[in-house]
T-cell receptor, first 108, second 111 residues
Framework: GIQVEQSPPDLILQEGANSTLRCNFS?????LQWFHQNPWGQLINLFY???GTKQNGRLSATTVATERYSLLYISSSQTTDSGVYFC??????????FGTGTSLTVIP | DAGVTQSPTHLIKTRGQHVTLRCSPI?????VSWYQQVLGQGPQFIFQ???????GRGNFPDRFSARQFPNYSSELNVNALLLGDSALYLC??????????FGPGTRLTVL
């Protein structure tokens, strides 16, 4: 099956700092989403971004499908941004795969 | 509008038993997907249903089955429970095959 690797696996930031999370996938995909899983386990949709660039407040994402990667940018991080960030892809065979995750801790 | 709802919230079963988990999608959404998330790992895809038909299936044994009803709600059934089935079971809904929105999950513990 497809491999979906995220980096870095862990990230500790001071409040107010910026960060870039990366998602690499090993084969062509139909779509890609970014999620934030909060400490209570709730998965929150951030972006549906099979290609191109989108922005939502302090967050933005870029997917370059031809090069099989996606980036999630977090600017001016806040403590509420803490949690695990996942990218998830849907393959051409209608299979969904989540990445390995990036655990983000924002300290005041 | 209500989001994705799942029931029950928590469940404790013993090995060998059967369990049924339920999911109600966002109003107007026609697709439901099920995932298993073991502690410390990312969610693993189990099934996707669209318009009451199975659209995709992950690499899970036949003990796992699901169905989608005419009102687009869904059930996930797991037979002959094993200790390794202990996990958070997540349901996601989407209008078609686009953005997925997740429910709060059902935490299953198998003793």
């Amino acid at each position: 099956g497809i491999q979906v690797e995220q980096s870095p696996p862990d990230l500790i930031l001071q409040e107010g700092a910026n960060s870039t999370l990366r998602c690499n996938f090993s084969d062509s995909v139909n779509n890609l989403q970014w999620f934030h899983q909060n400490p209570w386990g709730q998965l929150i949709n951030l972006f549906y971004i099979p290609s191109g660039t989108k922005q939502n407040g302090r967050l933005s994402a870029t997917t370059v499908a031809t090069e099989r990667y996606s980036l999630l940018y977090i600017s001016s991080s806040q403590t509420t941004d803490s949690g695990v960030y996942f990218c998830a892809v849907e393959t051409t065979g209608n299979q969904f795969y989540f990445g390995t995750g990036t655990s983000l801790t924002v300290i005041p | 509008d209500a989001g994705v709802t799942q029931s029950p919230t928590h469940l404790i079963k013993t090995r060998g038993q059967h369990v049924t988990l339920r999911c109600s999608p966002i109003s107007g959404h026609k697709s439901v997907s099920w995932y298993q998330q073991v502690l410390g790992q990312g969610p693993q895809f189990i099934f996707q249903y669209y318009e009451k038909e199975e659209r995709g299936r992950g690499n899970f044994p036949d003990r796992f089955s699901a169905r989608q009803f005419p009102n687009y709600s869904s059930e996930l059934n797991v037979n002959a429970l094993l200790l390794g089935d202990s996990a958070l079971y997540l349901c996601a809904s989407s209008f078609a095959t686009d953005t997925q929105y997740f429910g709060p999950g059902t935490r299953l513990t198998v003793l």
